[in-house]
């Protein structure tokens, strides 16, 4: 059976194989954030909670033990969580996509061309910024009732620093862009004269001298 990759295509497949299966089962699992309620152990996902409230006899709480998703979009906690729901679902689709065609491509020959492969890396790309965009998407769904009956009431929704070492990393980055550029059009103005210089004193050294011309009387 011959394949349509190289070597490293195939560990490509591999790796991008293990990075979907990964991604789309911590989706899944709902062990994102953990806390406690009634005495009870708790934990979330994005649309899925292990033990959760019930109301029972006489009115009162009592905890069932299990895990399930919510019953419906509109039940998950906030708005956050849901957005987080979709963009990292669909970046884990993405992956597990691409990790199909990989897979496939070990098997078939002449099916992923050097440009489909590119495509399939920007699409890994993508499927890799959404999810990550997700992940900083879920903090942000904290400050929701229920997450603060299970945290308590200290939980709140994440709020990003000021981030002061990527702040100086970025103008220290910036500095060095521009100090190169500079650096890069002072070195091309002084090949530009040298190079005007020679070519002048070429043309000097060119030039045939003219014979002395006699008048006579």
Same mark, same amino acid.
């Not at 989706?27 to 994005?46: A, C, E, N, R």
């Not at 959760?52 to 019953?71: D, F, N, Q, T």
């Not at 708005?79 to 689709?93: E, F, I, K, P, R």
């Given at each position: 059976?011959?394949?349509?990759?190289?070597?490293?295509?195939?560990?490509?497949?591999?790796?991008?194989?293990?990075?979907?299966?990964?991604?789309?089962?911590?989706? !899944?699992?709902?062990?994102?954030?953990?806390?406690?309620?009634?005495?009870?152990?708790?934990? !979330?996902?994005?649309?899925?909670?292990?033990?959760?409230?019930?109301? @029972?006899?006489?009115?009162?709480?009592?905890?069932?033990?299990?895990?399930?998703?919510?019953?419906?979009?509109?039940?998950?906690?906030?708005?956050?969580?849901?957005?987080?729901?979709?963009?990292? &679902?669909?970046?884990?689709?993405?992956?597990?996509?691409?990790?199909?065609?990989?897979?496939?491509?070990?098997?078939?020959?002449?099916?992923?061309?050097?440009?489909?492969?590119?495509?399939?890396?920007?699409?890994?790309?993508?499927? @890799?910024?959404?999810?990550?965009? &997700?992940?900083?998407?879920?903090?942000?769904?904290?400050?929701?009732?229920?997450?603060?009956?299970?945290?308590?009431?200290?939980?709140?929704?994440?709020?990003?620093?000021?981030?002061?070492?990527?702040?100086?990393?970025?103008?220290?980055?910036?500095?060095?862009?521009?100090?190169?550029?500079?650096?890069?059009?002072?070195?091309?103005?002084?090949?530009?004269?040298?190079?005007?210089?020679?070519?002048?004193?070429?043309?000097?050294?060119?030039?045939?001298?003219?014979?002395?011309?006699?008048?006579?009387?």
């Amino acid at each position: 059976m011959r394949s349509s990759l190289t070597l490293v295509g195939t560990l490509w497949a591999f790796l991008s194989l293990v990075t979907a299966v990964a991604s789309s089962t911590s989706y !899944f699992l709902p062990y994102w954030l953990f806390g406690s309620q009634l005495g009870k152990p708790v934990s !979330f996902s994005t649309f899925r909670r292990c033990n959760y409230p019930v109301r @029972g006899e006489g009115h009162s709480l009592i905890m069932v033990e299990e895990c399930g998703r919510y019953a419906s979009f509109s039940a998950i906690p906030s708005l956050a969580w849901q957005m987080c729901t979709v963009v990292t &679902g669909a970046g884990c689709a993405l992956l597990l996509l691409v990790a199909l065609a990989a897979v496939l491509g070990c098997c078939m020959e002449e099916l992923i061309s050097r440009m489909m492969g590119r495509c399939m890396g920007a699409a890994q790309f993508v499927g @890799g910024l959404l999810i990550s965009s &997700g992940c900083a998407l879920y903090p942000l769904g904290w400050n929701s009732p229920e997450i603060m009956q299970t945290c308590g009431n200290v939980s709140n929704q994440f709020r990003l620093g000021c981030m002061y070492i990527i702040k100086i990393s970025l103008l220290l980055s910036w500095r060095d862009d521009l100090t190169s550029n500079s650096r890069k059009n002072e070195t091309s103005d002084a090949l530009s004269r040298l190079h005007w210089e020679h070519a002048r004193e070429e043309e000097v050294g060119s030039t045939p001298e003219l014979a002395p011309v006699y008048s006579t009387m």
